[in-house]
């Protein structure tokens, strides 16, 4: 029988630390996250630069379950994580004084996911 969902290791190791990170703290975020990373690529998050900007103010914290792209401006600090970045998205979002984390980073920072908010 044929494996369903992702077949790209560190993806499917990605998902498995997601999952038992959200049982271990009891952070629900943490298996949302794995959710929207099961899912087909075609159907996973593409987050612009301008979304980040629009959706967050100064100091917020995101996780981008998908590929952060780097199209528009953003103008406040944000800490950013997501499973990819493009070059351009990860140097506007450092020019703008914000930092650019993996998902395991924001998970060992914040175990709980307290005040972080989901961009899709």
């Known amino acids: 029988m044929k494996r369903t ?3 790209n290791v ?3 190791r990605l998902i498995h630390l997601l999952r038992k990170k959200a049982r271990e703290n009891r952070a629900p975020i943490w298996r949302r996250v794995a959710e929207l990373l099961e899912r087909p ?3 996973r998050p ?3 630069v301008s979304k980040i900007n629009r959706y967050t103010r100064d100091g ?3 996780v981008v379950p998908g590929k952060v792209l780097g199209s528009g401006v953003l103008d406040h600090p944000v800490t950013v994580a997501a499973y990819a970045f493009s070059r351009r998205a990860r140097e506007k979002i450092e020019a ?3 930092r650019v984390l ?3 980073q924001l998970i060992r920072e914040n175990p709980r996911g307290s005040r972080v908010r989901i961009l899709v």
């Open 60 to 62: 917020d914290a995101v």
């Open 102 to 104: 993996t998902i395991p």
């Open 10 to 12: 560190h993806l499917r």
């Open 5 to 7: 969902g992702p077949t």
């Open 46 to 48: 593409e987050v612009n």
């Open 41 to 43: 690529t075609r159907i």
């Open 96 to 98: 703008a004084g914000g």
